[in-house]
């Protein structure tokens, strides 16, 4: 009997043991958590920007049509260039196929990249028909349009940089053909353009300009700890101080975010050792989208504007009504990645919240700024550094308010730098 | 006596199940707590394979955060203080950088130790006890010692530096000192687990830092920043030196495990050209300041000498 119990004793606590046991097995939890795979748990920080995709952030700097006897047509507004490219966008690509023999040399109607694109791209930026797995390994900074009349089809071709590859495909859709024939033919909300051959590229503008307007914006801050929540690993180490400006700069003795020029202008830097082959093209775009997704930051209107493979910077520029906005730095995203993570990060800190009336301008048409840059090409600049024409804003600040002005101007791309075609001091005398 | 039977088999039952989940919940808490120990133990037969070895490589430090340390400001008292150093003429400028000149230069000798070089400043330097010694540079013939926070040293930072010139025959005759200010309360609040040494050591064998039959002397903690100072506030990251071979120094974020790029490189001609730039605009009165501008430009010379070498 004493046996029996001692038995019953020990089974009793063996199935205690047993239990204990089973439920330290499920609930353990390593305490390391704490302090590795810690990584991007506090990314936190949110600017409040829109949502942006490959596809909407690449845009066609020209979309240009070329009629018969050498005359060339494009929209009066950008704004009506870019709802047609959104409009291409959905046309059904299909037979898409690479070429190595150059054709023909004549286009109907070209568009031009702001950047050599890795051909990679052409699956998101249009609708091919089924997705192409083997895309070329080139770039293209140009594609073209041809009107096929006789077969009512489009033919589209992506040119290499180079001018060495290309790759074609069709578009064999009733609405769409119609739609190009109207324009091309019909030149239905169309103008025309004119040429300049002397510079760098064949370059064309609209022949008049109209409503363009100038703008009063008002403007609110980015949230700075936002970006610091975003971009520094463990914020809560971060310590702020302020420089004999009163600027603040966020460290936590690796990396580096400085509000910079009077609070407009953020600069994060991140030196880590990098070593490993650079990004392809489109892995740089899509590590640069997403880490500008990931904390909210397309505050404002941001179209791409380079990705350099060699030195990894993936660039942004500012829009505003569909129009570049320059500035000195202030008005552009740029980003330096090295094997996929983040180096340096420059970023605008402002959003625009409202406009305030808007005022009329009045702005040069095309042939007076074609025969204003000859005249100055006999004077102080070569035309063959001129890469590009276009109207831009330029950015004031008033004093220093939360307000800016935007001024629309002909800007010319000289030498690889926006400025403007006519100088500040030479329209002032001028208006004396 | 069916059911004593029964009993019996349950026991048993129980028994082996009760071994099996100690077995695994052992196992569990090893692999959790040892998960690094694990790696240790790869990386550890890697390096021994490559014949690199490991002197003492404990630090003591488990937990830390960065420390956030402002400019010194200096008080009345103390810049009466240093003013009557003894054996000494001092300036301090705006920078609150000390510079010194004795009046009768210190004697040191050729094979003196860190230990016995700190003992000969001590009684002539500002706080000369939360300055440890670095290195002497026997081609320049310049001491370096960096300033302590919270008694561990501040590697390699333009303001919280020692800079001791020797003559020809081995003695001091001048020095400049730099001095970082408190450090902000704050950084108690935000302690952080270290990353063990090891994985340091590892960072940097996979960075192929380390090299066949190399011997790692010893891992030391200290701070150390990798944003250039503006001279406002400064923020230090815990960081591990890790020594190879008594001649290389490697620096390791504590916290995130990073190596930086080698910091040494320059450091010392960079100060002397700081300092030869800082001599010129203290006071004319003082009759060393001639020739410490010589000495000092002399040394600035060494350097473009020296680089200009293939």
């Known amino acids: ?432 | 006596m069916q059911w004593s039977q029964i009993k019996t088999l349950f026991i048993l039952c129980f028994l082996i199940l009760d071994i099996y989940l100690l077995v695994q919940f052992i196992d569990k808490q090893d692999r959790a707590d040892q998960y690094s120990g694990d790696e240790n133990l790869t990386l550890q037969e890697e390096l021994k394979r490559e014949g690199i070895t490991l002197g003492d490589i404990k630090v003591g430090v488990e937990k830390e955060s960065p420390i956030t340390v402002s400019p010194i400001e200096f008080t009345e008292e103390q810049k009466e203080t240093i003013d009557e150093l003894d054996n000494q003429e001092t300036v301090i400028n705006t920078d609150n950088l000390i510079i010194s000149h004795f009046d009768d230069p210190i004697p040191i000798s050729e094979e003196a130790d860190g230990a016995e070089i700190s003992q000969a400043i001590n009684d002539y330097v500002y706080r000369a006890e939360n300055y440890k010694f670095w290195e002497w540079d026997k081609e320049l013939n310049v001491i370096l010692f960096f300033q302590e926070k919270e008694g561990d040293p501040i590697y390699y930072n333009q303001y919280g530096l020692l800079l001791v010139f020797l003559n020809e025959d081995n003695e001091i005759e001048y020095y400049t000192q730099s001095i970082l200010g408190d450090t902000d309360a704050s950084h108690e609040d935000n302690l952080r687990t270290l990353i063990k040494p090891m994985q340091a050591i590892g960072t940097l064998y996979e960075d192929n830092s380390l090299f066949f039959e190399d011997h790692v002397d010893d891992v030391e903690f200290g701070y150390h920043t990798w944003i250039p100072p503006t001279g406002g506030k400064q923020v230090f990251a815990p960081t591990y030196k890790v020594s190879v071979n008594e001649e290389r120094d490697y620096f390791i974020n504590a916290i995130e495990g990073q190596l930086f790029t080698d910091p040494e490189e320059n450091f010392t001609r960079d100060m002397i050209m700081e300092n030869f730039m800082d001599v010129q605009v203290i006071p004319n009165d003082l009759d060393w300041k001639d020739d410490m501008i010589n000495k000092l430009r002399k040394l600035t010379q060494a350097e473009t000498n020296r680089s200009e070498l293939p």
């Open chain 1, 1 to 432: 009997m004493r046996l029996e119990t001692t038995k019953s004793f020990l089974l009793i606590v063996l199935i205690g043991v047993s239990l204990l046991l089973s439920f330290g097995l499920w609930t353990y939890q390593p305490s390391e958590s704490e302090s590795l795979g810690g990584e991007d748990v506090y990314s936190q920080g949110d600017l409040g920007g829109t949502e942006e995709s490959v596809r909407s952030i690449i845009e066609p700097t020209s979309i240009l049509f070329h009629a018969e006897e050498d005359t060339h047509y494009g929209f009066p507004s950008p704004q009506e260039e870019r709802e047609f490219y959104e409009e291409l966008q959905t046309w059904t690509m299909s037979n898409f196929r690479e070429h190595q023999i150059i054709n023909e040399s004549n286009f109907d109607m070209e568009m031009r990249f702001p950047d050599a694109l890795p051909m990679t791209l052409a699956n998101n930026l249009f609708s091919l028909d089924e997705v192409a797995e083997n895309l070329p390994n080139w770039s293209f900074e140009k594609i073209v349009l041809n009107y096929k009349e006789n077969n009512r089809l489009l033919e589209v071709t992506f040119i290499s940089v180079d001018g060495q590859h290309r790759a074609t495909a069709t578009i064999n859709d009733a609405s769409s053909f119609e739609l190009f024939q109207s324009k091309l033919v019909g030149k239905e909300g169309l103008i025309q353009y004119v040429h300049f051959s002397e510079g760098a590229e064949e370059i064309y503008l609209p022949s008049q300009v109209e409503n363009v307007e100038n703008y009063t914006l008002s403007t609110r801050d980015l949230n700075v700890q936002m970006l610091v929540n975003s971009l520094f690993r463990d914020p809560r180490i971060v310590s702020r101080s302020l420089n004999p400006l009163n600027e603040p700069s966020y460290t936590d003795a690796i990396r580096e975010l400085k509000v910079i020029k009077n609070g407009r202008v953020m600069s994060f830097i991140n030196p880590q050792s990098s070593d490993g082959l650079p990004s392809q093209k489109q892995e740089l775009l899509e590590y640069s989208m997403d880490s500008i997704s990931d904390h909210g930051g397309w505050t404002n209107d941001y179209k791409l504007l380079s990705i350099d493979r060699r030195s990894e910077r993936v660039r942004y520029q500012m829009y505003y009504k569909d129009y570049p906005v320059f500035d000195k730095g202030l008005t552009a995203i740029e980003q330096k990645f090295g094997s996929g993570t983040l180096l340096e990060y420059k970023r605008p800190l402002f959003k625009v919240t409202s406009e305030i009336t808007p005022e009329p301008t009045n702005l040069d048409s095309g042939e007076a700024i074609i025969a204003y840059l000859r005249e100055r090409g006999e004077k102080d600049i070569s035309l063959e550094n001129v890469e590009n024409i276009r109207i831009g804003y330029e950015l004031a600040y008033i004093d220093n308010a939360d307000y800016l002005s935007l001024r629309a101007k002909w800007y010319m791309n000289y030498n690889g730098s926006w400025q403007p075609v006519k100088e500040e001091n030479k329209d002032a005398m001028e208006s004396n």
